[in-house]
Every structure is written in structure tokens, then in C-alpha cells.
Nanobody
Framework: QVQLVESGGGLVQTGDSLTLSCAAS????????LAWFRQDPGKEREFVAA????????DYADSVKGRFTISRDNAKNTVYLQMNSLRPEDTAVYSC??????????????????WGPGTRVTVSS
């Protein structure tokens, strides 16, 4: 069983940066595909970024490409989301997710087995 807990959310201004962290329990972290999703009230949850276990295996939603960076530290069982040049439309609850996809990347909720409770990010204009 994998348990995930996010941290690092908060209230920032347009153009600011913020780094989210997601700490995982369990001994199989290095074999997991990890992702960040976000959901604004009244909207569907959307894919933000994913990372596999081989170096450089990452992908991003077009809306965040070039601004957000996903990374992982297997020694710390933690996945990060570095968010730069934040915009009001980035406001949402950000959740991390985990699954085993043999280094594949998942882009939809149903591909992920484990979820954190989420951390709220609010970007003011």
C-alpha cells in the first residue's frame, strides 16, 4: 500500500514560483510512475505532469509546459512539482498520484491507484 501526502501549497501572486512536494510511504517508490493532477471547483480533474522511473521520462500538459517541472528523489520517497510564472488559471487543488506502469506515463485518473488528499494553490492577479 502506498500513502501519499502533499505539501507546499499556498497563496501567491501572478508570476511567482512555488514548489509542491509529495511524500510517499512504502518500499516500492523507485518503481512507481508518479503524477500531479489538479482540480478547480466546478471543473474536472486535469493532468498536469508525470514522471517515470528512467531518467528524463517526463511529460506535461500543454498548459504548463515550459513553466512547471516534475522531479523525483527516490532516496527521500518524494516527488516534486516546481511551478514558475504562475497564473490565476493555475489556481486549483493539486494532488499527486502513483501507480505501476513499467516506466510508462499515465495521463488520466483511472490509470492511478493511489492518491494524496491534495494541497491548494491560489494565484492572485
Amino acid at each position: 500500500q502506498v500513502q501519499l501526502v502533499e505539501s507546499g501549497g499556498g497563496l501567491v501572486q501572478t508570476g511567482d514560483s512555488l514548489t509542491l512536494s509529495c511524500a510517499a510511504s512504502g518500499r516500492t517508490f523507485s518503481q512507481l510512475t508518479l503524477a500531479w493532477f489538479r482540480q478547480d471547483p466546478g471543473k474536472e480533474r486535469e493532468f498536469v505532469a508525470a514522471i517515470g522511473w528512467s531518467p528524463g521520462n517526463t511529460d506535461y500538459a500543454d498548459s504548463v509546459k515550459g513553466r512547471f517541472t516534475i522531479s523525483r528523489d527516490n532516496a527521500k520517497n518524494t516527488v516534486y512539482l516546481q511551478m514558475n510564472s504562475l497564473r490565476p488559471e493555475d489556481t486549483a487543488v493539486y494532488s499527486c498520484a502513483a501507480t505501476r506502469l513499467d516506466d510508462g506515463l499515465g495521463y488520466v485518473e483511472d490509470e492511478y491507484d493511489h492518491w494524496g488528499p491534495g494541497t491548494r494553490v491560489t494565484v492572485s492577479s
